[in-house]
T-cell receptor, first 110, second 115 residues
Framework: NAGVTQTPKFRVLKTGQSMTLLCAQD?????MYWYRQDPGMGLRLIHY???????AKGEVPDGYNVSRLKKQNFLLGLESAAPSQTSVYFC?????????FGPGTRLTVL | AQSVAQPEDQVNVAEGNPLTVKCTYS??????LFWYVQYPNRGLQFLLK??????LVKGSYGFEAEFNKSQTSFHLKKPSALVSDSALYFC?????????????FGKGTKLSVIP
């Protein structure tokens, strides 16, 4: 089992550019999440999904969109990147109350 | 609403000494409480959780946590610290009566175990 994987691991964008982060899990979990981690702020939930075809907003959804077309994949999109979106992004999936995290994507927006 | 506070940004402890990482929470319903650990440049790993039952919960790598309802606390403990325990520790909470599994995380506590 690969668990939760994230693509890419690193990315540098210019302000205004767009990109998509891919999260994949092979554990057949219904729930998936996108978080961002910033120094001194812990993890903040961006969006989450309770199943294929469903998404919901978390604590900090502005500037991001998500899609869950397949159960195993959860995509996070930035339509017009801003420097404030420089962060480390983590995807997670969960079975009941235990969340399993991917290795993260370090995104820098110049 | 649910929230978590980790009052210490950093905890330093000598190898072999007991360690405690503090966490307090606020939730309107029954608290479901969790500890996760993050090693440098890695994702978070689950350590332990309290849902119901015994107030002392045992988890991975020799860690345990004590649920104290009157003090709304869930402190992480280990009897004898190892240098390899040095990492960032996150406490998290959710309302057990809520419909989703959405967690709220604390800001994290950096644990440094000094040889």
């Amino acid at each position: 089992n690969a668990g939760v994987t994230q693509t890419p691991k690193f990315r540098v964008l210019k302000t205004g550019q767009s990109m998509t982060l891919l999260c994949a899990q092979d554990m057949n979990h219904e729930y998936m999440y996108w978080y961002r981690q910033d120094p001194g702020m812990g993890l903040r939930l961006i969006h989450y999904s309770v199943g294929e075809g469903t998404t919901a907003k978390g604590e900090v959804p502005d500037g991001y969109n998500v899609s869950r077309l397949k159960k195993q994949n959860f995509l996070l999109g930035l339509e017009s990147a801003a420097p404030s979106q420089t962060s480390v992004y983590f995807c997670a999936s969960s079975w009941k109350d235990t969340q399993y995290f991917g290795p993260g994507t370090r995104l820098t927006v110049l | 609403a649910q929230s978590v506070a980790q009052p210490e940004d950093q905890v330093n402890v000598a190898e072999g000494n007991p360690l405690t990482v503090k966490c307090t929470y606020s939730v309107s319903g029954n608290p479901y409480l969790f500890w996760y650990v993050q090693y440098p440049n890695r994702g978070l790993q689950f350590l332990l959780k309290y849902i119901t039952g015994d107030n002392l919960v045992k988890g991975s790598y020799g860690f345990e946590a004590e649920f104290n309802k009157s003090q709304t606390s869930f402190h992480l403990k280990k009897p004898s610290a190892l240098v390899s325990d040095s990492a960032l520790y996150f406490c998290a909470v959710r309302d057990g009566g809520a419909g989703s599994y959405q967690l709220t995380f604390g800001k994290g506590t950096k644990l440094s175990v000094i040889p």
